[in-house]
C-alpha cells in the first residue's frame, strides 16, 4: 500500500489538474475589437449568394442577420455558417452614431474582400490585417446609427442557434457532386464532411470547393446518399439517407438532425 503522504500528493495533483480543465472550460469568451459597415439594402435584398454560396439566404435559413467577414476573419470560407455576438464599442464610437447596450448576433455568409488601393483606415477596411464585418444592413442599424456608415465594434464568437434540421443542396454535374451544407448550428462551421451511396458501405471522404460547397469526384447521380458531418467544435452527425433516391440536382433536402 502506498504511503499516506505519497496518496495525498497523487489526490492533490488530480485536483490541481480538475480545477485547471474547469477553469478552462468555464473561462469567459473575451471581446475583441473590429469595426462595422452595412451594405444589401433596408431589406437585405443586396446580400444574397456571396462567397460562402448560400444563394437565397432566407431560404437557407439565415435571413437578414447576416454579415461578410473580411480576409482575416473569413479564412479561406472555413468560417462560412459561423456566429458572432457584435455590439458598438461605445468607447470609441462618435456617440452620435452608436446604439449602446445592444447586440445582434450574426452569420458569416460571405467574404468582404481587400481594396489594397485605399489605406487600411480610409476605405480599405477589408484589408489584411484588419477584423471588419460588412454587415447586412437590417444587422448593422440594431447597433449603429444609418449617418454613421462605419462604427467601432466589439465581437464574440457565440453557438448558432437554428430552426430545424441541417439542410443539404444538391448542384454541381455527374462526377462532379457539389453539396451546400446549409442551417447548421453549434460552432456553425464545417471541419469534415463524408458521403456515402446506398449502395455501398463505405464512406468517401468530400473536400471543400468554396465557402460552404463540399465535393465528391464519384458518379452517384440519383443514388440514395447519406453524410457525415464534423463541425469545428468536434460534434459529428451522421445524416442517413437524407438524400433520396432518383433526386436532381438543384434539389434541397431538408434533415431532422440538428448539432447542440
Known sequence: MAPAPAIAVALLALACCWLAVTAADTAPIKWQRANATFYGGADASGTMGGACGYDNLYTAGYGTRTAALSTVLFDDGASCGQCYKIACDRKRADPAFCKPGVTVTITATNLCPPNDALPNENGGWCNLPRPHFDMAQPAWEKIGVYKGGIIPVM?????????????????????????????????????????????????????????????????????????????TDGQTIEFNNVVTGGWKFGQTFASKLQFK
Open 155 to 231: 465581437y464574440q464568437r457565440v453557438p448558432c442557434v437554428r430552426k430545424g434540421g441541417v439542410r443539404f443542396r444538391m448542384v454541381g454535374h455527374d462526377y462532379f457532386n457539389v453539396v451546400i451544407v446549409m442551417n447548421v448550428a453549434g460552432a456553425g462551421s464545417i471541419k469534415s464532411m463524408d458521403i456515402k451511396s446506398s449502395d455501398s458501405n463505405d464512406w468517401l471522404s468530400m473536400s471543400r470547393n468554396w465557402g460552404a460547397n463540399w465535393q465528391s469526384g464519384s458518379y452517384l447521380t440519383g443514388k440514395m446518399l447519406s453524410f457525415r458531418i464534423t463541425i
